[in-house]
């Protein structure tokens, strides 16, 4: 991490954005993480600069003299931002139409003409409307101010035009920022060209992941049986009726369709998805709260009747294996589907021509069976409710095979974190629909097997290895565990709820404090708040909590830390997946929001 160059309050000349031209201003703070100085100019304008584009004030003063009297004079009167403050500044009114308005970039005087034709409200009337909140980027404004004039002359449309009568300065400003937009282009087409890469390692990677997957979670789920479960002792004197009985795929369809069951039933409101590429809206049923209390109270039937549950987990292997099965005849399905569905329903990456790839990734985006929709289906419902309830279940087989009164407390604060971290996604139930795996990934192989099998078997991993393992800790102990595990629920719950309700209505007035640049697009991104601390603060709190659920299996072993590994990886992954798809959708703005926060997930670690 570099040293800072300038003090607090130290004068000296820093660049006007977008020209060569240095003023004297005097520094007002230093942000360490995104190594920016906020300066102030003599009109009270406060800015952030790069340290290059600050200098001290004395390399200045010979090249000063050498200036002709004249030319400086003109300089003064026309750029100095020293001089009255713009009203164009505030970008409420940065394209409001008077016959003159200054030239923020420059501080020069512009003529402008208005030939109102017809107000394209995308376009140009989003950004008069912007809030008093948002920061003032002056050479974005402008940028984006071009690139409305260019997209205009692109396609010819006939909406309110702004024509500008530049003085030679001003051309010469424009020339840099049509540089910036041609760069931006470049960006764009660049990703755009990425698009075609394949994830995953691509053919190879994806096969390697259907075969290496079911065959990771069987060597997880019988390491964890043995006494010493070290991950190198493994010794397996599996069967085929160790993992296949008929009963149990029968038990298992039975699940499956009392979820469909709960899915269905008129309960809760019905709500839009984001629009697709196709440009069509889908419509959701929100009612996955109602289905988790629903299959509670079935469990309390169940229990009532004296029908043990413990069939789940004298069985385990082969709910695992009617599982894996049941993912696999869905994919294939899918895939059979997909293969009538019309171009504009295919997901980028389900369409790419190669058969295995397709499969893993799905082809289509969104399969429906009349309003049925299976990918939003299995995204939530038999996984993720499955997962706490083999929870419970665990709990159950805990002081069976333990011969315990109550619970461990061990086994105690694994199901209560879970069970909040299940609650809390079914509470939110909507933010799903904007998730990359609604929005962006097809229905294949991989969300299938993912949302079916692996997270219900090695999600429980914890609770598990604590059914063949006593761990007995100490209530100091468990506070600790209970602290973090709330300092990332606090994390990973305010981040998530402040994107939201920022992304449901930027302009409440509860998020005014919040800093934001604009984009081309007309979003805008969050630069301060939690979304200005990382990139992704959301994962760095569901990775505190990986952490916390972990802790509570101590130390004998590694395999239940498997959880906070696998999570790791996948975040690192998701958020580089989520990256990539930024720079498509913002191009250089997502630069600009990278610049300004540059840590992704850990702050100055990564
Ligand atoms: P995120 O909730 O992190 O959303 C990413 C999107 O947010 C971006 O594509 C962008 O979309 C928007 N965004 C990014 N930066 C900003 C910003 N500065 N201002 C405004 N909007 C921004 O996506 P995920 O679906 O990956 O994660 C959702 C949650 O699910 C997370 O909490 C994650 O931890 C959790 N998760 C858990 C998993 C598990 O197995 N336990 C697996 C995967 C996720 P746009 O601009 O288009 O709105």
New binding site residues.
Partial sequence: MSVRKYDSGELVMGRWPGSCLYYEVQIVTFDVPTQLYTVRYKDGTELELKENDIKHAAAFRSKKRSVSPSRRRSRSRSRSPGRARSPARTPKNALQPPSQIRDLTKGDILQIHLTPLKLHEYKVGKRNGEPEGIEKNVASQRITQLKVEQEMENNNEKVLRYIFNPRKEDSITKGILKEEIAKEKIVKEKAVENRKVLEFGGTIGVSFMILAQPVLLYYLLLVCVQKDASIFNFHSGLTVSDLWNTTVFGVFLLWIFLQALFYLLPLGKITDGVPLVNGKRLKYRINGFHALLLTAAAVAVTLYCKISLLYVFENYLQFAASATLFSILLSIYLYARSLKAPNNELSLGGSSGHVIYSFFMGRELNPRIGKFDLKYFTELRPGLIGWVLINLIMLLAEMKMQNRGVPSVSMILVNSFQLLYVAHAFWNEE?VL????IVHDGFGFMLAFGNLVW?PFTYTLQTFYLVNHQVDISWTVASAIIALNTLGYVI?RA??NQ?NA??KNPDDPRLAYLKTIPTSGG?????SGW?GFV??P??L??LIMAVAWCLPCGFNHILPYFYGVF?TC??IH?EAR?EH??KI??GLDWEK?CQR?PYRILPYIY
């Fill in positions: 933010a904007t998730s990359m795996d997270v990973f981040a998530n994107k920022f992304r979003k805008k991104l969050l630069v979304w990139r992704h959301n994962y709190g569901d999570l996948l975040l998701r989520d798809q930024c959708k913002y929001y926060v």
